[in-house]
C-alpha cells in the first residue's frame, strides 16, 4: 500500500509540474519581424517609453502608449488582453526585457521584444510617425 501511495504521489508531481510549463514565451525579434508583427489583427504593440521620448523620437504606427516608469504601469498593463500576444519595445530593449518579465509573472501567453528597441527600428530604417 505504502507503494501505491508513493507511485500515485510520483504520478501527481509529474503532472503537476507538466502544468507549470506552459508558462508563457517571450521572444526577442529583428526589427524586420517585429514589422510583419504588428500587421497581424491580434497583436497588441506596446510603447514603454516615457511620453516626452515617445513625441520626440515618434513611434511606431498603431502603437498603445504604456509608460514603463508610471505610476499606473501595473494597472495599464493589467488592461491588455492575457490571451493576445504582445509586442513590446523601449528605447534600446532593457525597459521592454523587463516588462515582458512582468507579463510572463502576469500570465500573458505570448511576448514579443524588439531587439534594439527604437534605436535599431530607426537604424533599418523602418518609419516612425511624429506628431
Same mark, same amino acid.
Given at each position: 500500500?505504502?507503494?501505491?501511495?508513493?507511485?500515485?504521489?510520483?504520478?501527481?508531481? $509529474?503532472?503537476?509540474?507538466? *502544468?507549470?510549463? *506552459?508558462?508563457?514565451?517571450?521572444?526577442?525579434?529583428?526589427?524586420?519581424?517585429? %514589422?510583419?508583427?504588428?500587421?497581424?489583427?491580434?497583436? %497588441?504593440?506596446?510603447?514603454? @517609453?516615457?511620453?516626452?521620448? @515617445?513625441?520626440?523620437?515618434?513611434?511606431?504606427a498603431?502603437? %498603445?502608449?504604456?509608460?514603463f516608469?508610471?505610476?499606473?504601469?501595473?494597472?495599464?498593463?493589467?488592461?491588455?488582453?492575457?490571451t493576445?500576444?504582445?509586442?513590446?519595445?523601449?528605447?534600446?530593449?532593457? @525597459?521592454?526585457?523587463?516588462?515582458?518579465?512582468?507579463?510572463?509573472?502576469?500570465?500573458? $501567453?505570448?511576448?514579443?521584444?524588439?531587439?534594439?528597441?527604437?534605436?535599431?527600428?530607426?537604424?533599418?530604417?523602418?518609419?516612425?510617425?511624429?506628431?
Amino acid at each position: 500500500m505504502k507503494k501505491i501511495s508513493i507511485l500515485f504521489c510520483l504520478i501527481l508531481l $509529474v503532472f503537476t509540474s507538466c *502544468n507549470h510549463q *506552459n508558462k508563457g514565451v517571450i521572444e526577442a525579434v529583428t526589427a524586420e519581424e517585429m %514589422q510583419s508583427l504588428i500587421h497581424l489583427d491580434d497583436v %497588441q504593440l506596446v510603447d514603454l @517609453r516615457s511620453e516626452k521620448d @515617445r513625441l520626440l523620437q515618434g513611434y511606431i504606427a498603431n502603437s %498603445q502608449h504604456i509608460d514603463f516608469n508610471s505610476d499606473t504601469f501595473e494597472s495599464d498593463i493589467a488592461n491588455l488582453d492575457k490571451t493576445k500576444p504582445v509586442a513590446l519595445y523601449c528605447n534600446s530593449g532593457k @525597459r521592454s526585457a523587463e516588462c515582458a518579465e512582468k507579463l510572463i509573472e502576469a500570465g500573458f $501567453v505570448k511576448i514579443f521584444d524588439l531587439k534594439g528597441g527604437v534605436s535599431e527600428w530607426k537604424h533599418q530604417g523602418k518609419e516612425l510617425v511624429i506628431d
